[in-house]
């Protein structure tokens, strides 16, 4: 769902270090279902389709800058010294802006979303409030920055649990940290607020008090489902947010046609694409960028990363692929290994133990058991039988297998790559080609004589 508001700007927090991550890899990177948080964050913001995002980052910010790139509308702003919240938005203040209203999120809540930031806005808009915040009613407020009311309900403060006396602290109302601030008012306050308190901070909640000195409208927007709010701290919270971002994404998947069996056991990430009438059978796990197509059966327990599936597809139980592509009908697995490069054609079939890497196999070929092709470029309609091998390495460089169409293989055959395989060729069984297999016929490495001995008696046990 987009909203549209043409003068917000979006000023993102995310110069902490996160200290109880215990990480060499800044707070807002780490992934929560294949996606980092900040990234979470950005899409979600993406969706109010602000004027333009800013991202204040300080530790880390590096790190922080070649992972996000260079996304059209982002600005950055260093936050030097991480003397608060309130300090860290005031970095954002030179950056160009026309826009009339700041967003400020946090860039470690990734289970926010864009229809909960865009009932703030819009209360903020209908109630001419000059500050709001976005609040939540929660069992256990600890950590948090309390709401305190006055006996009409009218916001009066924010007060944090370490400046919080006891009777504040008893408060259930709390701050998510994110404010929808009118541009100009929340500058001037900003430049005015002090650091005057048990961390010794400049806190962006202290512009509330000054709002209303200035007799401007401040207000809560009580968010309906406070998990969205998770602040991630600690690497039990990143689990807890993962637990609670996996229930929305299968569940999302089921509202559009999607099977999943034994639902706790399955693992999908965030960027994870699937079709109508898809089953997703236990222990898989869909990661990365993995699109699906209509009608696809996965698992149970196979594992797919960044692979492109079409429609109609079985990958049999505990099969691993890794950015492979795969067309209509195929067939994989079970205990099929598919790695980089690897790419099958419509109606192939890849059976048990078979591994294929940069390899592409055509149309209704079949590579049924323990083979490996890899660096292959295979035609349509071949058999390649049992225990097959493309030996495409010498120690030093990897080799090129060519096989034409319609050609059968037979079984424990080697193929020492570089080698052609003509058309319709047919090759015997336990051969060792080294040299380009002319087009049909039947071609045969040499074979050892076969023996027969006669009086040969089986050992029997103990003598
Ligand atoms: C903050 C709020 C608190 C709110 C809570 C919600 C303040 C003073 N407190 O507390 O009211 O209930 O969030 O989770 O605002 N950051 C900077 N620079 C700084 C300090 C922080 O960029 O100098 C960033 C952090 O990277 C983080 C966000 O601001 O993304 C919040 O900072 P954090 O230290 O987690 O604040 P809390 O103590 O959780
Ligand atoms: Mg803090």
Redesign the pocket.
């Known amino acids: 769902m987009l909203h549209h508001f043409s003068t917000l700007q979006v000023i ?7 200290t109880r991550m215990a990480s060499n890899t800044p ?2 990177l780490h992934k929560v279902l294949g996606k980092s948080m900040l990234e979470h964050v950005l899409h979600t913001v993406e969706d109010l389709q602000p004027e333009s995002v800013c991202l ?4 880390g910010i590096n790190d922080v800058k070649a992972h996000i790139g260079e996304p059209e509308n982002l600005f950055w702003a260093e ?1 030097k ?8 938005v005031l970095q954002a203040e030179s950056l160009p802006s026309i826009a009339d209203l700041v967003l400020v999120v ?4 990734p289970l926010l979303t864009s229809e909960t930031l865009a009932s703030l806005i819009k209360q903020h808009q209908s109630s001419k409030a000059t500050v709001s915040v976005l609040s939540a009613i929660v069992d256990n407020p600890q ?4 709401i305190v009311r006055d006996e009409d309900g009218s916001v009066l403060a ?1 007060v ?2 370490k400046d919080a006396s006891a009777e504040q602290r008893a408060i259930k109302e ?5 404010f929808c601030v009118n541009r100009d008012a929340l500058f001037t306050y900003l430049h005015q607020v002090g650091n005057d308190n048990a ?1 010794q ?6 512009i509330l008090p000054l709002a209303l000195a200035d007799d401007k409208r401040v207000q809560a927007t009580i968010m309906e489902h406070s998990d969205e ?1 998770l ?1 991630i ?1 600690d690497r039990s919270q990143l689990a807890q947010a993962e637990t609670i971002m996996q229930q929305r994404i299968l569940q999302e998947w089921q509202s559009k046609g999607v099977t999943i069996e034994q639902a706790d056991t399955v693992r999908i990430e965030a960027s994870v694409n699937i079709g109508m009438d898809c089953t997703i059978k236990a222990g898989t796990q869909l990661l990365g960028s993995t699109h699906l197509g209509d009608g696809c059966t996965v698992g149970p327990y196979a594992v797919l990363q960044n692979s492109w599936l079409a429609d109609d597809i079985t990958v049999a139980p505990f099969s691993h692929l890794e950015e492979t592509s795969i067309g209509d009908e195929a067939v994989v697995g079970p205990f099929a290994r598919l790695r980089p490069g690897a790419r099958l054609d419509d109606k192939v079939k890849i059976g048990n133990f078979v591994e294929v890497k940069k390899a592409v196999i055509g149309q209704g070929s079949k590579v049924n058991h323990l083979s490996y092709i890899g660096d292959t470029i295979m035609g349509e309609d071949c058999n390649i039988g049992a225990g097959t091998i493309t030996c495409n390495y010498d120690g030093a460089n990897k080799h090129q297998t060519m096989i034409g169409n319609g050609v059968f293989v037979g079984s424990d055959t080697k193929l020492v790559a570089p080698v052609q395989v003509g058309s319709g060729a047919t090759i015997g069984a336990g051969s060792i080609i080294t040299k380009q297999v002319q087009q049909d016929g039947l071609t045969l490495s040499a074979r050892p004589e076969q023996r027969h001995v006669k009086h040969w008696v089986r050992p029997k046990k103990g003598s």
Do not use: W
């Open positions: 993102i927090l995310a110069a902490g270090k996160g707070k807002v204040v980052a300080g530790h936050q010294e991480q003397l608060g919240t309130g300090h860290a946090c860039g470690d809540t950590g948090y920055g309390r924010i944090e649990e709390v701050s998510s940290g994110i961390q901070e400049y806190y962006l909640p202290d709010m602040g701290n």
